[in-house]
Structure formats: structure tokens, C-alpha cells
């Protein structure tokens, strides 16, 4: 059984800087593509972002591109996403997410990811 705890998440002013974390508990962290999603209240979840299993590939959503960036840290099991240049519209509860080895990948669909953590908040002020 995969658990993702992240962490990170606060009240930030806009134009300010925060930075996700998002810890895997199995023991095959590598085995498994990593994304970031979220959440807005009364708004569908959205893709923010994903990492290939190696880290050597990444994606974005057009909202993220140039702003955030993922990475992994496969010896210490983590995911980050780090967001700069924040706005008021990135206020959402922040998730991150599993792909299984061998699933399609890249994918912005969350019914692709297996595994879910709780959830973030990330509030910005304007």
C-alpha cells in the first residue's frame, strides 16, 4: 500500500513563493510517475504538473509553465512543487498523486493516478 502525506502549504502574499512537499511511504518510489493537482472550492480538480518516474521528463499545465516546477528526489522519496510568482487564483487544496510503473504517462487525467495524498491548502493573498 502507496501513502503520500504532503506538505508545505500556507497563507502566501501574491507574487510570493512556497514550496510543496510530497512524501511517498512504499519502499518503490521509483516505480511510480508523480503529479500535482488541485482543488479550488466549487471547482473541478485540475493538473498542475507530473514527473516521470526518473525525473527526467516533466509536464505542465499552461497555468504552471514558467512559474512551477516539479522534481523528485527518488533516495528520499519526496516529490516537491516548487510555485514562485504566486496569485490569487492559485488559492486550492494542493494534491499529489501516482502513476504506476507501466500506465500511460505522460497524463493529465486524475483517473490515471492510483494513489492520492490528503491534500494542502496553499492561500494567496492579493
Known amino acids: 500500500q502507496v501513502q503520500l502525506v504532503e506538505s508545505g502549504g500556507g497563507l502566501v502574499q501574491a507574487g510570493g513563493s512556497l514550496r510543496l512537499s510530497c512524501a511517498h511511504s512504499g519502499r518503490t518510489f521509483s516505480e511510480y510517475a508523480m503529479g500535482w493537482f488541485r482543488q479550488a472550492p466549487g471547482k473541478e480538480r485540475e493538473f498542475v504538473a507530473t514527473?516521470?518516474?526518473?525525473?527526467?521528463?516533466?509536464y505542465y499545465a499552461d497555468s504552471a509553465k514558467g512559474r512551477f516546477t516539479i522534481s523528485r528526489d527518488n533516495a528520499k522519496k519526496t516529490v516537491y512543487l516548487q510555485m514562485n510568482s504566486l496569485k490569487p487564483e492559485d488559492t486550492s487544496v494542493y494534491y499529489c498523486?501516482?502513476?504506476?510503473?507501466?500506465?500511460?504517462?505522460?497524463?493529465?487525467?486524475?483517473?490515471?493516478?492510483?494513489?492520492w495524498g490528503q491534500g494542502t491548502q496553499v492561500t494567496v493573498s492579493s
Open positions: 514527473v516521470s518516474w526518473i525525473g527526467s521528463s516533466v
Open positions: 498523486a501516482a502513476v504506476p510503473w507501466g500506465s500511460r504517462w505522460p497524463t493529465n487525467r486524475d483517473q490515471e493516478y492510483r494513489y
